[in-house]
């Protein structure tokens, strides 16, 4: 596992206007915008300018935010997860596995088309986690 974790922030379509004023008040660089229309994945016309994931931050300060997609509700306390990083497979699977157990899991643990294994998973105590294991390329 990467030595951090790192805050994940969910808008519900104002997430493109939260990046910019985080960015502005921490005075930091948006580091890369992408949106659901710009994904290999059957997208509504209204879906399409939210934001799929974007990162802004600079040196150790990190931030991840996105916006939920069309139908999946937002509400403070489910807005916030943390995203954790790992190096190796065995490890995404076992901490996924581990988390699930009495959680709740958003998204299956599965390879996606950005090429990593990921998943997003609510634990027993309400904790909402990204899980990504980056694949080579």
Do not use: C
């Not at 206007?17 to 509504?44: H, L, M, N, R, S």
């Not at 300060?61 to 489910?78: H, K, R, T």
């Not at 027993?124 to 390329?137: N, Y």
Request: net charge negative.
């Amino acid at each position: 596992m990467k030595g951090q974790v790192t805050p994940y922030l969910t808008f519900d379509g104002n997430a493109k206007e939260a990046i910019d004023f985080y960015a502005k008040a921490f005075g930091v660089e948006v580091q890369g915008v992408q949106k659901f229309g710009e994904a290999d994945f059957p997208t509504p016309p209204e879906a399409a300018d939210r934001i799929m994931h974007a990162r802004f931050g600079k040196g150790d300060f990190l931030v991840m935010v996105s916006d939920a997609f069309l139908g999946q509700p937002v509400n403070i306390g489910n807005n916030v997860s943390l995203a954790v990083t790992f190096n190796s497979e065995k490890d995404i699977q076992s901490v996924y596995d581990a988390l699930r157990d009495g959680g709740i899991a958003h998204m299956e643990l599965q390879d996606t088309f950005w090429n990593s294994k990921f998943a997003k998973v609510q634990d027993k105590f309400g904790v909402i986690w990204d899980l990504d294991f980056p694949k080579a390329e």
